[in-house]
């Protein structure tokens, strides 16, 4: 069946714009996780759901970040004001119940300029 | 907190070349260990889970296995396709979310 898909592929963005990012989970799965990635360093944690709630959100690094989830399955990331700090990879995982096998997709590579 | 540490940072192998990559972890109440395999550009893919010490799981060339402290990741007779990142990531009794170390980057050489 299909994977995780994750749009756009690439964000070029510049400083202080407002960009969302989309995750779109393997269907039947009900925990949904973001994470983010440094060149050179495993994903770094932001947030899970669990159904439409965020069960965990510890890892986001500030309150320009903002996750939604409103009908259990797609996921958007929010990100306001943006700086140059945030350039990275953010991926997308889910799983079948949350503490099972997380499967990760592409990721959404973003530059800020 | 949790912590995760991989080593080596980088190997190079010879294909044929047998080899072992180490993930040592800390963990309040290890709920599972997962190893990942991350293609350049992609998104990590996964391997194993691992549960409690003693465990084993062998997927073709790959064989990981767990103690309290540490997991190993064993490359047999690897081919020049096994090169990747390896990513070690562990999972705490009182969360669900992974913890990952850095990686170890194996490059095999025809």
């Known amino acids: 069946g299909a994977g995780v898909s994750q749009t756009p592929s690439n964000k070029v963005t510049e400083k202080g714009k407002y960009v969302e990012l989309r995750c779109d989970p393997i269907?039947?799965?009900?925990?949904l996780y973001w994470y983010r990635q440094s060149l050179g360093q495993g994903p770094e944690f932001l947030i899970y759901?669990?159904?439409?709630?965020?069960?965990?959100d510890s890892g986001l690094p500030n309150d320009r970040f903002f996750a939604v989830r409103p009908e259990g399955s797609v996921s958007t990331l929010k990100i306001q004001r943006t700086e140059r700090g945030d350039s990275a990879v953010y991926l997308c995982?889910?799983?079948?119940?949350?503490?099972?096998?997380?499967?990760f997709g592409p990721g959404t590579r973003l530059t800020v300029t | 907190e949790d912590q995760v540490t991989q080593s080596p940072e980088a190997l190079r192998l010879q294909e044929g070349e047998s080899s072992s990559l180490n993930c040592s972890y800390t963990?309040?109440?290890?709920?599972?260990l997962f190893w990942y395999r991350q293609d350049p550009g992609k998104g990590p893919e996964f391997l194993f889970t691992?549960?409690?010490a003693g465990e084993e799981k062998e997927k073709e060339r790959l064989k990981a296995t767990l103690t309290k402290k540490e997991s190993f990741l064993h490359i047999t007779a690897p081919k020049p396709e096994d090169s990747a990142t390896y990513l070690c990531?562990?999972?705490?009794?009182?969360?669900?979310?992974?913890?990952f170390g850095a990686g170890t980057t194996v490059t095999v050489r025809a």
């Open positions: 963990v309040s109440g290890l709920r599972g």
């Open positions: 995982a889910s799983s079948f119940l949350q503490g099972y096998e997380q499967y």
């Open positions: 269907s039947g799965h009900t925990a």
């Open positions: 990531a562990v999972h705490g009794a009182n969360d669900y979310k992974l913890s």
């Open positions: 759901f669990q159904g439409t709630g965020a069960a965990d």
């Open positions: 691992l549960y409690s």
